[in-house]
């Protein structure tokens, strides 16, 4: 199976300051039809996971937009411009290029 | 709007079974691929089983599979897991899960709770 490799694991962070998260794959992620199938995900205290970001940048319905994705291949990031305090939570990277689909072991983001 | 609810989580004995349902409503059931996904403090996220909208095609994570079963009433616009021989290490949340654009698992259930214990 693919590994995905988040870091960092926590990450504090100051309100309405800038945040990014990596993920790396142990395998390209571009898929034989020229999408690259990496998802992010937020979970908040004691909710589901909810994704925020597919095929590496598009956002989710809803998703504010001082989130955003980048990367290609193997190198990924979050980043989150002003961080709010609704942002608290563990957030997964995931990959749906090579089968199965694999989760990243989330960073937790916090309030320093 | 798209809704997913689970239910049938319990707490049981090693060894035992149980059987977890998902209710869809606010979309067309029978014209997508459903998926069982777990949660753990100690494995994170986990993939465990993949149905396709007729049900023809089915897959299984490698540490489910032989002991768990996924299937679907259409009809019923339902998803089930069944899971046998239950272990410690399935104690999880289970979620199911549904895609959207075009890419994984866009919608979620709000889990239910499995304890396996003695």
């Known amino acids: 199976d693919v590994v995905m490799t988040q870091s960092p694991l926590s990450l504090p962070v100051t309100l309405g300051q800038p945040a990014s998260i990596s993920c790396r794959s142990s395998?390209?992620?571009?898929?034989?039809?020229?999408?690259?199938?990496l998802n992010w995900f937020q979970q908040r205290p004691g909710q589901s996971p909810r994704r925020l970001i597919y095929?590496?940048?598009v956002r989710d319905s809803g998703v504010p937009d001082r989130f955003s994705g980048s990367g290609s291949g193997t190198d990924f990031t979050l980043t989150i411009s002003r961080v709010e305090a609704e942002d608290i939570g563990v957030y997964y990277c995931?990959?749906?290029?090579?089968?199965?689909?694999?989760f990243g072991q989330g960073t937790k983001l916090e309030i320093k | 709007q798209v809704q997913l609810v689970e239910s049938g989580g319990a707490l049981v004995k090693p060894g035992g079974s149980l059987r977890l349902s998902c209710e869809a409503s606010?979309?067309?059931?029978?014209?997508?691929?459903m998926y069982w996904i777990r949660q753990t403090p100690g494995r994170g996220l986990e993939w465990i089983a993949y149905?396709?909208?007729?049900?023809?095609?089915?897959y299984y994570a490698a540490s489910v599979k032989g002991r768990f079963t996924i299937s679907r009433d259409n009809a019923k616009n339902s998803l089930y897991l069944q899971m046998n021989s239950l272990r410690v290490e399935d104690s999880a949340i289970y979620y199911c899960?549904?895609?959207?654009?075009?890419?994984?698992?866009?919608?979620w259930g709000q889990g239910t709770l499995v304890t396996v214990s003695s």
């Open positions: 149905i396709t909208e007729t049900g023809g095609t089915i």
């Open positions: 095929k590496v940048s």
């Open positions: 995931m990959q749906g290029t090579h089968w199965p689909p694999v």
């Open positions: 395998q390209s992620l571009v898929y034989s039809d020229g999408n690259t199938y």
């Open positions: 899960a549904r895609d959207t654009s075009g890419s994984h698992f866009g919608y």
């Open positions: 606010g979309f067309p059931f029978r014209e997508y691929y």
